[in-house]
């Protein structure tokens, strides 16, 4: 299996396609062992997509020690230093968004264009929602919070008039295979807690690549007016909303055209 050393750490990475490198930086929980993934998607028809397992998730270690978005940040450059990609286009969703602006915060060079999908700033431009604050809830529990919050459209109403629809998200949110393994539980706190720290709101303007800030309309965890914020942030930044909450690039079939277009637009 492809792993890398970097920082001190073996990262599980993957890589398929053809064409200019990319680099996807997932969110929250990530595992590539679940499938479908990014790899399942339309991006490896078009570049030579990169992913990774970050730390303390899937297979890559799982460190008992305190961490900063930074790290996360340092990370990807890192990943991509072992590789041996100078330069790359990037992904970053949800909190793989956090980890991108900090990498393309960190080291410019290795960002030639950036796509922060359903992320937030922190600090004065607005946080995602806290998921620290309901580490306690597992399973059907998270689930049945975390439906109304990731669409608001599909509150208490919709849920009770879409029974069977309802019944499979709260399947599908519950279910994590590897919750067993040593070191998933703290590998996912660990995260948790430098999420909870994630503030580049101040140096947003620093970002001089290409950007597009793509969000759904009706994401409650990554908020609307939060990329309204951010993308008025960002010099010539880019804002895309598409039919959708915070899985937008799964319910909305324009999303993965139009960031595509956007990775592959003349700089």
């Known amino acids: 299996m492809p792993f890398a050393r970097v920082n001190?750490?073996?990262?599980?990475?993957?890589?398929?396609?053809a064409g200019e490198p990319l680099l996807f930086i997932s969110g929250t929980g990530?595992?590539?062992?679940?499938?479908?993934n990014v790899f399942d998607g339309p991006l490896t028809r078009h570049f030579d997509l990169l992913a990774y397992d970050q730390?303390?998730?899937?297979?890559?270690?799982?460190?008992?020690?305190?961490?900063s978005m930074a790290d996360y940040g340092d990370d990807a450059a890192g990943l991509m230093d072992?590789?041996?990609?100078?330069r790359a286009k990037v992904v970053g969703v949800s909190f793989g968004g956090m980890v991108a602006q900090e990498l393309v915060l960190r080291r410019p060079d290795k960002v030639s264009r950036l796509v922060l999908a359903c992320t937030s700033p922190g600090g004065a431009g607005g946080a995602s929602f806290a998921f620290h604050e309901i580490e306690h809830l597992k399973g059907e529990a998270r689930a049945r919070h975390m439906i109304p919050i990731s669409d608001t459209r599909h509150?208490?109403?919709?849920s009770a008039a879409h029974p069977d629809a309802y019944a499979q998200?709260?399947?599908?949110?519950?279910?994590?295979?590897?919750?067993d393994e040593p070191g998933h539980a703290m590998g996912a706190r660990r995260q948790l807690e430098a999420r909870a720290a994630?503030?580049?709101?101040?140096?947003?303007?620093?970002?001089?690549?290409?950007?597009?800030?793509?969000?759904?309309r009706y994401d409650g965890i990554a908020l609307p007016q939060t990329q309204e914020r951010m993308a008025a942030r960002i010099p010539g930044a880019e804002l895309r909303f598409f039919e959708g909450g915070h899985p937008f690039m799964l319910q909305d079939r324009a999303a993965f055209p139009a960031m595509i277009a956007f990775l592959q637009a003349e700089a």
Do not use: F
């Open 8 to 17: 001190g750490l073996d990262l599980y990475w993957e890589r398929q396609g």
């Open 30 to 36: 990530s595992d590539l062992r679940n499938k479908p």
């Open 55 to 67: 730390r303390g998730l899937g297979r890559s270690d799982k460190p008992d020690a305190p961490c």
């Open 82 to 86: 072992v590789l041996g990609l100078a």
């Open 155 to 158: 509150d208490d109403a919709w």
């Open 169 to 179: 998200m709260v399947a599908l949110g519950a279910a994590d295979p590897y919750a």
């Open 198 to 216: 994630h503030d580049t709101w101040d140096r947003l303007p620093q970002i001089a690549c290409p950007v597009m800030i793509a969000a759904g």
